[in-house]
């Protein structure tokens, strides 16, 4: 799951570059956009805690982001905007960083079969 943040942490970094925003802890519409847009588009695929680290904010905050999301769309000035790049820097990140993932547990598994193999073909040898 390490992996999984980091990545979350790059996209946070990368969507900021992209929209020219230096990262503060300012409560302006601009930061409190790009914080709550990050918090959704992440979401997609992390916990809120995990997404909430990434943030460097509370888990509680990512649930208030959800919870106002589509009326930030419609409503907020600029979200939507920021919203669009965040989602798709997200995605770009973070489907590489999950597949990269599962072949890193695939790698795993049958690095486990092979030693369960070498064990089965020793023991083979013995009865023969």
Request: neutral net charge.
């Amino acid at each position: 799951m390490k992996h999984l943040i980091t990545k979350a942490n790059e996209s946070v970094l990368l969507t900021y570059d992209i929209l020219g925003i230096e990262i503060t802890d300012r409560k302006d519409d601009e930061q409190a956009q790009v914080r709550s847009a990050l918090g959704v588009a992440l979401s997609e695929y992390l916990k809120p805690s995990e997404v909430a680290q990434a943030l460097g904010k509370d888990r509680t905050m990512i649930y208030h982001y959800s919870k106002n999301h589509e009326s930030n769309l419609k409503t907020w000035k600029g979200y939507a905007d920021k919203y669009n790049v965040a989602r798709d820097v997200a995605k770009a990140s973070m489907d590489e960083a999950t597949r990269s993932y599962k072949v890193m547990l695939i790698e795993g598994r049958i690095r486990e079969y092979q030693h369960r193999i070498n064990e089965l073909e020793s023991e083979k040898l013995t009865l023969i």
